[in-house]
């Protein structure tokens, strides 16, 4: 069973603490990427969109092909260390078939806020179970 | 099976000041991960890490990290050293510390103790351990760097610098306006961060007010661009409108500032009883009823209220009429707004006076200066009203020669309001990372020597020092010791730093890796990482916590405590470091801090330390502690003076705006740009430059940043080299033509180290140099002036005051134009 993860764009303040925790736990060379983050705005990387002063920035945490869906260790409560490093609470992990896990309460609870949810497709060489929430951005 | 172990570490990039820990992985014999630490209790929810902090884990084996002690063989500045013993290193330093002493005495010795961006800051044990060198060889000690001014304005309104951590954020519901600064995601990446969109989360709309749209403009749900440097007119209008529309909060205005009392036309000086009553006080005030009797109000003490910061409710002190029921204004009921005579003396309230002081502020006239459009003003002063309580986040961010009375007008707010100080999500964080006074640790058995005398050691001021190299008769400054600290990265100008070296027989420098510092001592010496070395720290997070070496030092790199003992051994002084850097740690540990308990009542032992590794204090004001909350202020009157007496005579009594370079210099017409420099969010002031993950990341935000329209103007194109050039240097770099920049402004980040900039300036040799002359204006002498007298009153140590950092800051009050390379 392939546990999800869910981004809260909404709490996602680009800060790459998720691909690094990634890259060092699984000791991956300088320039692999497992997981990265995507800015949405002027193109460049924290480069905001729109013109002075009419502007926007947002980031998106992507998962990878491959992102072997590791699970952490028992020092990040098993969940891994993307998630369990990410300073703003932006990620959930757990499993959606569980209503009582976590990421299914969280879900739910954004649903319930009216975020919208989405995922991303898979041409963009992504893994599968991300799921994406965000409001008003 | 492998060897692995689990220590806990300050993280390397402290700079940042949301001072988390890191868990540190370590498998046979060396680190392999570093990761968000889980601290017991509640404070499990105090500590999330940013990248810097899992990036830690490389620091120990970076490329350039200093693996045995070096000597310069080339110039200073060329960076070419040889590499020497530790024996041949201390023996030669030694030699030539004594023969300075010799010849210029041994304040001659100066030790830079600035610990910004060093692992556990001025909680670390190096800290400590440069006060006991000085004290042990009665050497001098360079003040600061003029750096977070904008921290200071309740230290003028309120007679002690006061600044708060995360407390209220944790409470706030309605509104965060986050002034200055780039908090979210940028300079307080991590718990910070969080704290503030759980506020958001939780329903509170987060406002920015800001020059530039960065994470936090982004992450925000109302940006409100000033121009850089005029904060305070925006402030100050808002003021204007909550008077304007009455919106103040006269209670709170009475019960906590001295609004009521009356001022004398002739003077300035607050009305004292000795005024008008023959044998009357100077400490008791006047104040006019509303029945047209005077009163006398004694000034306020109180020995339960502590200045340092135990919340005590402001509820308690009131009365039925909503006045402090101690030393209240007894039978009378102030007039706020009186203005008349008493005894023939001309006189109104300061609040009659503020009103008059805003009344020209207008929101129109705010905007021809802030470019803040005069009903967003209306609009802002109204939500922050209609959002009590509700919070301002003054960060350090204004870093302007006007960022003391920026800050004054932004608390101002908070007054009229009476947001300041409420349990309940009000109040105004002006995050100084400093930590409930009952958290500090006892240091006096590592600072102090056995030969300690009060007469040991000086602080001396750059401007003195740059003075003596003019001026034989005076002290002379001639051995420079860089136990922290990255000054050449990270203060501003390089040209200022060429006159000391030159003037400089000696300058040693220790270091972790080869920073900009380093490339200019005649010596560096390689020391350990925080993950090789004993250190305890207490404050942050509500946790103590005891560090111990992950791995064994990488080369030769020695500890703090194995220096400076070899050091005065070498100097004569066999007993002054007579322990080893455990041992202190211990004795660090052992002395403890002045809540040495546990949640749960249990005392905090250094075996039960040792063992559990970190533990969650028992603070006496909870963990959502303000210290805004306290009801009596250290000042002349014990309320809070937004009338200030004696800054009335240079036209600042009252918060005002206050020159600065950017707006106010007469080389504007030379130089008409913005030079603004900010840190990178891939690095942390010096730290992380030499991680390739960081570099890499940043890489792309390399060189300038303009507005298209300002390139338009000069024929520029995107990614062409340009010149970015004021009286003191030219910078050759790549241009990025940005959409986001506003007009008037020069952007670019100055972390990269000098590598970066090969045949060219650096950001910073064009930067304003802080701590001269230059920079020091006639309202920060005043203010250095009191602040010193404060401490000193207090019972510091003249070396252990903190000055410096009243000096007006520049960072980014600075100007420049940018041509076409010739
Ligand atoms: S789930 Fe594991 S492997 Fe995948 S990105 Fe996160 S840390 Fe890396
Ligand atoms: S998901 Fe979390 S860790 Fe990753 S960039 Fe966003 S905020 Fe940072
Ligand atoms: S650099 Fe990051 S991990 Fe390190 S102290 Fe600052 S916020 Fe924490």
Redesign the interface.
């Known amino acids: 069973m392939v546990k999800s993860i869910l981004v809260d764009i909404?709490?996602c303040?680009?800060?790459?603490?998720c691909?690094?925790?990634c890259?060092?736990?699984h000791?991956l060379d300088?320039?692999e990427f497992w997981q990265y983050v995507r800015t949405i705005?002027?193109g460049?990387?924290?480069?905001?969109g729109?013109?002075?002063?009419n502007?926007?920035?947002?980031w998106m945490p992507i998962w990878k092909l491959s992102c072997t869906k590791c699970g952490g260790d028992n020092?990040?409560d098993n969940k891994p260390?993307c998630v369990?490093?990410c300073?703003?609470?932006a990620l959930t992990y757990g499993d959606l078939a569980d209503e009582q896990s976590e990421i299914s309460q969280r879900l739910n609870e954004l649903k319930g806020r009216r975020y919208r949810v989405y995922e991303i497709p898979e041409w963009e060489d992504t893994r599968k179970s991300i799921l994406y929430a965000e409001k008003g951005i | 099976m492998p060897d692995t172990k689990i220590t806990y570490h300050p993280c390397q990039g402290w700079g940042c000041h949301d001072h988390c820990y890191v868990e540190c992985h370590t498998k046979d014999g060396k680190l392999v991960r570093t990761q968000r630490a889980i601290l017991p209790g509640e404070s499990a929810d105090k500590n999330f890490i940013c990248m810097k902090g899992i990036l830690s884990s490389r620091i120990p084996y970076a490329e350039d990290r200093i693996l045995y002690p070096l000597k310069r063989i080339g110039e200073r500045g060329e960076g070419k050293f040889e590499q020497i013993s530790w024996d041949q290193a201390l023996d030669e330093i030694a030699t030539k510390l004594n023969e300075i002493t010799k010849k210029y005495g041994s304040r001659s010795i100066i030790t830079n103790q600035f610990w910004c961006g060093y692992p556990g800051d001025w909680g670390c044990l190096q800290n400590d351990l440069i006060f006991r060198f000085i004290f042990a060889t009665d050497s001098s000690v360079i003040e600061n760097p003029a750096v977070d001014t904008t921290l200071f304005g309740p230290s003028i309104d309120m007679g002690d610098l006061l600044t708060s951590e995360r407390g209220p954020l944790r409470n706030a519901n309605n509104m965060v306006i986050i002034w200055g600064g780039n908090p979210l995601g940028y300079t307080r990446p991590s718990t910070t961060t969080r704290e503030l969109l759980d506020a958001q989360e939780r329903g509170a709309k987060l406002v920015h007010v800001s020059n530039l749209f960065d994470v936090t403009s982004a992450r925000c749900d109302q940006w409100v661009p000033v121009k850089s440097g005029t904060d305070a007119y925006f402030a100050l209008a808002m003021a204007h409108v909550l008077i304007r529309d009455g919106l103040i909060n006269t209670k709170y205005l009475l019960r906590e500032t001295a609004a009521a009392y009356l001022v004398r036309d002739d003077n300035g000086k607050y009305m004292r009883e000795a005024d008008i009553i023959d044998g009357g006080r100077e400490n008791a005030f006047v104040v006019m009823g509303e029945s047209g009797d005077y009163a006398i109000v004694e000034q306020l003490t109180s020995d339960e209220a502590s200045f340092t910061g135990v919340g005590v409710s402001t509820t308690e002190y009131l009365n039925d009429s909503g006045v402090r029921s101690s030393k209240d204004y007894g039978d009378v009921k102030p007039q706020i707004d009186f203005t008349g005579e008493v005894n023939g003396i001309a006189c109104k309230t300061s609040y009659a006076l503020l009103c008059e002081h805003v009344s020209t502020f207008t929101p129109e006239y705010q905007e021809t200066v802030t470019g803040i459009p005069a009903q967003t003003c209306v609009d802002l002063a109204h939500a922050y009203v209609n959002a009590t309580p509700a919070t301002i986040f003054v960060y350090f961010g204004l870093r302007y020669l006007n960022s003391i009375p920026t800050s004054r007008s932004i608390f101002l707010l908070s007054y009229l309001t009476g947001n300041l100080g409420q349990a309940n999500g009000g109040s105004v964080v002006n995050q100084g990372a400093t930590y409930h006074s009952a958290t500090i640790m006892n240091t006096s058995g590592v600072v102090f020597p056995p030969n300690y005398t009060p007469d040991k050691a000086h602080r001396i001021e750059t401007i003195d020092l740059l003075d003596s190299f003019e001026n034989p008769d005076v002290q002379q400054y001639k051995a420079w010791l860089n136990p922290m600290g990255n000054p050449l990265l990270n203060w501003p100008n390089k040209t200022l730093w060429r006159t000391i070296f030159d003037n400089l027989e000696l300058f040693v420098e220790w270091e972790i890796r080869m920073t900009d510092t380093c490339r200019w001592a005649d010596y560096v010496l390689p020391e350990v990482t925080t993950f090789e070395r004993h250190e305890v720290l207490s404050g942050p997070a509500d946790v103590i916590v005891w560090c111990e070496p992950a791995i064994e030092p990488v080369g030769e790199a020695k500890d703090a405590t194995w220096i400076w003992h070899e050091l005065t051994k070498r100097m004569g002084l066999p007993d002054a470091f007579d322990k080893t850097n455990e041992e202190y740690a211990q004795i660090k540990a052992r002395s403890g801090n002045s809540c040495m308990t546990s949640p749960d009542g249990q005392p905090i032992t250094f075996e039960r330390l040792q063992e559990e590794k970190a533990i969650q204090l028992n603070l006496p004001a909870g963990r959502d502690w303000d210290p805004f909350a306290d009801s009596i202020w250290p000042n002349a009157t014990g309320r809070i003076e937004f009338y200030v007496e004696n800054l009335a005579e240079m036209g600042q009594a009252m918060a005002s705006p206050y020159p600065n370079i950017i707006n106010d210099s007469p080389l504007r017409d030379q130089y008409p740009l913005h030079f603004y420099s900010g840190r990178h969010k891939y690095f942390m002031q010096g730290q992380f430059t030499n991680i390739a993950e960081c570099r890499m990341l940043a890489s792309t935000q390399f060189g300038v940043a303009i507005n298209p329209a300002e390139a338009e103007k000069r024929d520029m194109v995107d990614g062409e080299i340009v010149e970015v050039f004021n009286q003191r240097g030219v910078m050759r770099v790549p241009l990025n033509l940005r959409n986001d920049i506003p007009v008037n402004m020069v952007h670019t980040w100055y972390s990269f180290d000098e590598t970066y900039y090969p045949n060219t300036a650096c950001p910073q040799e064009l930067e304003t140099p802080l701590n001269t002359r230059e920079t020091l204006t006639p309202f920060n002498e005043a203010f250095r002036t009191k602040f010193v007298q404060d401490q000193e009153a207090q019972g510091i140590p003249q070396p252990m005051i903190g000055t410096g950092m009243q000096c007006g800051e520049s960072f980014w009050d600075c100007l420049c134009d940018i041509r076409k390379v010739r």
């Open positions: 909404n709490r303040t680009g800060c790459w603490t691909s690094m925790a890259k060092t736990a000791d300088t320039d705005g002027g460049e990387r924290d480069e905001p729109g013109e002075w002063p502007l926007y920035m947002k020092t990040t260390y369990f490093n300073p703003t609470g």
